[in-house]
């Protein structure tokens, strides 16, 4: 599967991505520049990485989400081109428009960085088909800004779809509802705070991560 | 012609940030602050004949996130 990492200034995990994906799909994914304003042919995946786009100016996400690669993004995931945003990325995608909600500074106040026991909640999606429903898996988190925060009304909706894909096992950064990775109404977009990408393989500590890649190569196809 | 856009957390969104400022505050002697919110101020110079409808697009599109945010502008 050809896959497409988008490389925003001050993003810092689009390598990481781009060697989990390799690893995965056994092709190199193209890096994307922001600048850019049309995504490579025959793309069956656009990953947007975590880091400080734009150094979180504004809000974190928010240049980045306006930026002439978003608009392409866009259009494809509105297509039902698969989408991942992880950390950055999600708040790229809340940001943009794609996923409801907004990713707020930590209830804490505090940088989180450390791996965090996380339980899959959607185990029927485009991108967890290698999870069982209800497991505890350990993905690392590394955030600032990763309180999600949506209206009451909202959060009943998205429950009530089975668009909570991940929530945290514990207390981590005072997001509503535990809400740790979600889901868009088609299923074909999914940002979540903590990273798989840092969970690929033994020397990771786990590779609980590597099965988010892989169940999506399963369900997207080679 | 120059604007100031001030844009605040809308009520009942946890504003952690307003919270740390309150207990520096209390630590530091003041009595009788209920409560602290913090926000942003953006000021805009922008051409005269920019309209309102203009403006309002500004502050949706990008300065404010209407999920979590009010704005309000001023005219200097």
């Given at each position: 599967m050809k896959t497409a990492v988008i490389?925003?200034?001050?993003?810092?995990c689009d390598r990481d991505l781009a060697v989990a994906l390799e690893s995965v799909t056994g092709v190199k994914p193209d890096m994307v520049w922001h600048g850019d304003s049309t995504l490579p042919e025959g793309v069956g995946l656009v990953a947007v990485p975590g880091g400080f786009s734009y150094g979180d100016y504004l809000r974190s996400g928010a240049i980045a989400a306006r930026s002439p690669i978003m608009r392409a993004v866009v259009e494809g995931a509105e297509k039902g081109l698969p989408?991942?945003?992880?950390?950055?990325g999600f708040q790229v995608l809340t940001e943009a428009g794609l996923l409801p909600g907004a990713l707020m500074r930590n209830e804490g106040l505090n940088f989180v960085c450390r791996p965090v026991s996380l339980t899959v909640e959607n185990a029927q999606s485009t991108f967890t088909g290698r999870y069982a429903q209800g497991e505890t898996i350990t993905i690392p988190v590394a955030h600032h800004d990763g309180n999600y925060f949506a209206d009451a009304d909202t959060l009943d909706r998205i429950e009530g779809e089975g668009r909570v894909?991940?929530?945290?096992?514990g207390t981590v950064n005072g997001s509503a509802r535990g809400i740790a990775?979600?889901?868009n109404d088609r299923g074909n977009v999914l940002g979540m705070m903590p990273h798989p990408e840092r969970r690929i393989e033994a020397a990771h500590g786990g590779?609980?991560?590597r099965r988010l890649f892989e169940g999506l190569l399963e369900a997207v196809g080679a | 012609m120059k604007l100031r856009i001030f844009v605040t957390l809308k009520p009942g969104v946890l504003d952690p940030q307003g919270k740390a400022i309150?207990?520096?505050l209390d630590g530091l002697g003041f009595a009788g602050v209920n409560d602290v919110r913090q926000g942003k101020l953006i000021e805009l110079d922008v051409a005269d004949q920019t309209d309102d409808a203009q403006v309002d697009a500004m502050c949706r599109q990008l300065l404010a996130n209407t999920v979590i945010e009010n704005y309000r502008v001023e005219r200097a």
């Open positions: 490389v925003f200034p001050g993003a810092n989408v991942l945003g992880v950390c950055n894909a991940f929530r945290y096992a990775g979600l889901l590779d609980d991560g | 309150h207990k520096a």
